[in-house]
Nanobody, 126 residues
Framework: QVQLVESGGGLVQAGGSLRLFCAASGRTFNTLAMGWFRQAPGKEPEFVAAISRTGTYTGYADSVKGRFTISRDNVKNLVWLQMNSLAPEHTAVYFC???????????????????WGQGTQVTVSS
């Protein structure tokens, strides 16, 4: 089992920045590919960003490329999402996901992920 705990969400004005964190426990962290997804009110969950287990490979939704950066620290068992130039359309609950990965890949499909955190709310005011 893997436990994931997100933090760092909050209220920010448009144009501002936030950094979301996801702390993992329960399994060797460098065996896990990690990802961030979000769900806005009334909408389906959507992929935001993902990172391979070594951190070598990353992937982003087109809507966040150039604004968001995903990173990880395999010593501290942390993954984080740096979000810059935030806009009201980024308002959502952001979830961290993890999946065992036998290769150094990242995954953008929600169905690939076995473990999820409880989510952290991000609200961007205009």
């Amino acid at each position: 089992q893997v436990q994931l705990v997100e933090s760092g969400g909050g209220l920010v004005q448009a144009g501002g920045s936030l950094r979301l964190f996801c702390a993992a426990s329960g399994r060797t962290f460098n065996t896990l590919a990690m990802g961030w997804f979000r769900q806005a009110p009334g909408k389906e969950p959507e992929f935001v960003a993902a990172i391979s287990r070594t951190g070598t490979y990353t992937g982003y939704a087109d809507s966040v490329k150039g604004r968001f950066t995903i990173s990880r620290d395999n010593v501290k068992n942390l993954v984080w999402l740096q979000m810059n130039s935030l806009a009201p359309e980024h308002t959502a609950v952001y979830f961290c996901g993890a999946t065992m990965s036998y290769g150094d890949f990242f995954y953008s499909a929600r169905g690939n992920y076995e473990y999820w955190g409880q989510g952290t709310q991000v609200t961007v005011s205009s």
